[in-house]
């Protein structure tokens, strides 16, 4: 069965202190693994697609990292701003339709 | 990428009446999605509506709570019907873009009393 977890489900973190949230998946044939960020009663905001294991992307102070079983999305020298939800997806199983995860929800404190 | 308008943003209903949620794109795509949040929630998918064909509804919901409209390739609209307050939540349209990226609206926040 196709499944997303991320983990943890909160964190909080001191301005500058820099961590990482895990998003483990399961799905035949990855068609690509998607990271949001989404504000407070906002819609999501695109922000990386990883397509293949070892493949990185970078913007501003978040990389995102997959492996064949997770996606790691790190967060260097974090400032308040980033303070949001991040949600990662990964399409379904021969649809286009996405599974997200339930999201981790990060507070940065100055 | 896609640029996604919704409307209203934000509504307060009475229970038992429908309101209907626009979602206006700037570009012509062929999928579309509804979902819903609920508060504290992740994304459920509601919907995909698709350009000239009826919408194909997820397990739990239903056309005649949730009938959706797409008559073109850049508008859609979801109408929620005979709300209740377990209908509160936010209510957000996708688009699906050529790379299978789905870009996201701004979300229509309703409560209902």
């Known amino acids: 069965e196709d499944q997303v977890t991320q983990s943890p489900e909160a964190l909080r973190l001191q301005e500058g202190e820099s961590s990482s949230l895990n998003c483990s998946y399961t799905v035949s044939g990855l068609r690509g693994l998607f990271w949001y960020r989404q504000d407070p009663g906002k819609g999501p905001e695109f922000l990386f697609t990883l397509y293949s294991a070892g493949e990185e992307k970078e913007k501003e102070r978040l990389k995102a990292t997959l492996t064949k079983k997770e996606s790691f999305l790190h967060i260097t020298a974090p400032k308040p701003e980033d303070s949001a939800t991040y949600l990662c997806?990964?399409?379904?199983?021969?649809?286009?339709?996405?599974?997200f995860g339930t999201g981790t929800r990060l507070k940065v404190l100055a | 990428s896609a640029v996604i308008s919704q409307k209203p943003s934000r509504d307060i209903c009475q229970r038992g009446t429908s309101l209907t949620i626009q979602c206006q794109v700037d570009s012509q795509v062929t999928m579309m999605f509804w979902y819903r949040q609920q508060p504290g929630q992740s994304l459920t998918l509601i919907a995909t509506a698709n350009q000239g064909s009826e919408a194909t509804y997820e397990s739990g919901f239903v056309i005649d709570k949730f009938p959706i409209s797409r008559p073109n390739l850049t508008f859609s609209t979801l109408t929620v019907s005979n709300m209740s307050p377990e209908d509160s939540s936010i209510y957000l349209c996708?688009?699906?873009?050529?790379?299978?990226?789905?870009?996201f609206g701004p979300g229509t926040r309703l409560l209902v009393l």
């Open positions: 997806a990964v399409p379904l199983s021969g649809t286009y339709k996405y599974i």
């Open positions: 996708s688009v699906l873009t050529d790379q299978e990226t789905q870009y």
